[in-house]
């Protein structure tokens, strides 16, 4: 069974935004945000460095992969094996709720296509 699941920064703060990605078993994390950044003192954790930070294993699996081909990132043609089947993607944004951003209209789009049961708002 795959779910499309949504979250967004406001609202929420560092232990308990991760908490709920990781509760979900989300498997890929996908940044639809225009700007990388989140304005104010509430919300460091979600400017783009420290995401990344945060995420580091997804790049980490892709990197090496990289490295078993031999292949620079301008060159790669596919993903690695690891990134290819995953069931249960998050689209990030900033906004609360999914029905204010555009976040909503991709995830349904990305579930027709992955022929997902469902598409879940995380609430952190």
């Given at each position: 069974m795959?779910?499309?699941?949504?979250?967004?920064v406001y609202g929420s703060d560092k232990e308990r935004f991760f908490a709920a990605i990781t509760s979900a078993g989300i498997d890929?994390?996908?940044d639809v945000r225009r700007r990388r950044g989140v304005r104010g003192p509430l919300y460091p954790f979600a400017n783009a460095k420290r995401l990344t930070a945060e995420l580091h294993a997804t790049r980490a699996i892709q990197y090496a992969a990289d490295d078993r081909a031999k292949e620079r990132k301008s060159e790669r043609r596919q993903?690695?094996?690891?990134?290819?089947?995953?069931?249960?993607?998050v689209?990030?944004?900033?906004e609360r709720y999914p029905q204010g951003c555009h976040r909503g209209l991709a995830a349904r789009l990305l579930a027709a296509a992955m022929n997902a049961t469902e598409v879940v708002q995380l609430f952190p």
């Open positions: 795959t779910i499309v699941y949504t979250i967004g890929i994390f996908l993903l690695a094996r690891e990134l290819k089947d995953f069931r249960a993607p689209l990030c944004c900033v």
